[in-house]
Nanobody
Framework: EVQLVESGGGLVQAGGSLRLSCAVS????????IGWFRQAPGKNREGVSC?????YYADSVKGRFTISSDNAKKTVYLQMNSLKPEDTAVYYC????????????????WGPGIQVTVSS
């Protein structure tokens, strides 16, 4: 059974940093695309960053966020620097065997989500 559990969220001031972690189980990293989505209040979910053949970043986070993975620890990370109030959202870790991009419909496996709040 594929399971994804996020951690590392919280409240941070604008300009600060957070690192989200996603502990994964039930699959082999090499066989899956992995990534991070987010959903802000009143907005649709958007792909933040995904590793699916190539590495994708949303324009709004390029140069500030970095996705990485540690196969030995079975963990995916999202390092978020220079955070802005508009980064406030629930962040979701995602995985799928058949994803080639960073679109919501491509990912069947989702973590429960974790809140990130950036104060101004």
């Amino acid at each position: 059974e594929v399971q994804l559990v996020e951690s590392g969220g919280g409240l941070v001031q604008a300009g600060g940093s957070l690192r989200l972690s996603c502990a994964v189980s039930g699959f082999t990293f090499d066989d899956y695309a992995i990534g991070w989505f987010r959903q802000a209040p009143g907005k649709n979910r958007e792909g933040v960053s995904c590793i699916s053949g190539s590495t994708y970043y949303a324009d709004s986070v390029k140069g500030r966020f970095t996705i990485s993975s540690d196969n030995a620890k079975k963990t995916v990370y999202l390092q978020m620097n220079s955070l802005k109030p508009e980064d406030t959202a629930v962040y979701y870790c995602v995985a799928d065997t058949a994803a080639w991009g960073c679109n919501e419909y491509e990912y069947d496996f989702w973590g429960p989500g974790i809140q990130v709040t950036v104060s101004s």
